[in-house]
């Protein structure tokens, strides 16, 4: 097989060209082809393949980034489908208390406190549904329930709400409980005052990954280049990209240039 030994991105052809198959990614895109090769359980995926192209990428997270692009454009018969942006939401705790906040509708500068990532909003509802069965919180007092002002809700009769509905607690003790409920689910403040680029390199390939806010804003192949770059305001918070690049910025050692 004439597939190199570099990190990078591999797509799998059937007959339509224009419709690839699957796509995946590996920091040894011969190594990885191989296994697939191997692999009993992808009997259906080769048979229905005619060719195999592949695309070098700088390292470990070029190649995260660019799968997940290419995933979610062109929708691969043998991939899972990466979610869409439109329903996932999360919980803003603001001055005016808690909300379900779309990432599809969260600014690029907002600077908003967010807790968990979800699929849509029936599952945040549960999920906090859950942590107030947990923690005793009031649904009431968050809003996501209905009750008359000052008289004791439904869940306090069955001692699943410590009471702050109906004074039988303060509500400062109610707000301490619900940041401790959601604290375990914070997303990560962006470490940086505005874009970066996060410089990947092997052997003579070099790439530059622009990011603000934890969203994407393309790549460019020298530093050069890179500091032309523009943010595209219309560029939207995605769950995957996020998942890609929380843990390398703030807890990896990749090259990062500020950006101005």
Excluded at 31 to 49: A, D
Excluded at 186 to 191: D, G, M
Aim: contains cysteine; proline residues 4%.
């Amino acid at each position: 097989m004439a597939a190199p030994q570099v990190p990078g991105v591999y797509i799998f052809h059937g007959l339509n060209q224009n419709y690839p198959l699957y796509i995946g990614k590996s920091i040894n895109i011969r190594s990885r082809l191989l296994s697939h090769l191997r692999n009993p359980k992808e009997t259906r995926l080769l048979k229905q393949t005619s060719n195999i192209s592949h695309i070098p990428t700088a390292g470990e997270i070029s190649a995260l980034l660019l799968e997940a692009q290419m995933i979610k454009e062109q929708q691969p018969l043998f991939n899972k489908r990466l979610r869409k942006t439109k329903d996932t939401c999360s919980f803003a705790l603001t001055e005016n208390g808690l909300t379900i906040q779309y990432m599809d509708k969260l600014e690029d500068n907002s600077n908003v406190e967010l807790f968990g990532l979800f699929k849509n909003q029936t599952t945040a509802k549960e999920r906090l549904r859950e942590l107030a069965d947990e923690y005793r919180l009031c649904l009431s007092v968050l809003g996501f329930e209905p009750n008359t002002k000052g008289r004791a809700c439904f869940r306090s009769a069955i001692k699943k709400c410590a009471g702050a509905c109906c004074g039988n607690e303060d509500l400062q003790q109610h707000d301490t409980r619900l940041r401790t409920a959601l604290n375990q689910y914070k997303i990560a403040t962006w470490p940086y005052d505005g874009a970066i680029a996060l410089h990947e390199s092997f052997g003579r390939l070099n790439q530059y990954h622009v990011l603000h806010n934890w969203r994407y804003h393309g790549s460019y192949k020298s530093e050069r280049n890179v500091q032309k770059y523009k943010l595209n305001p219309k560029t939207l918070f995605d769950v995957d990209m996020y998942r890609i690049l929380v843990k390398p910025i703030l807890f990896g050692s990749p090259k990062i240039i500020k950006l101005q």
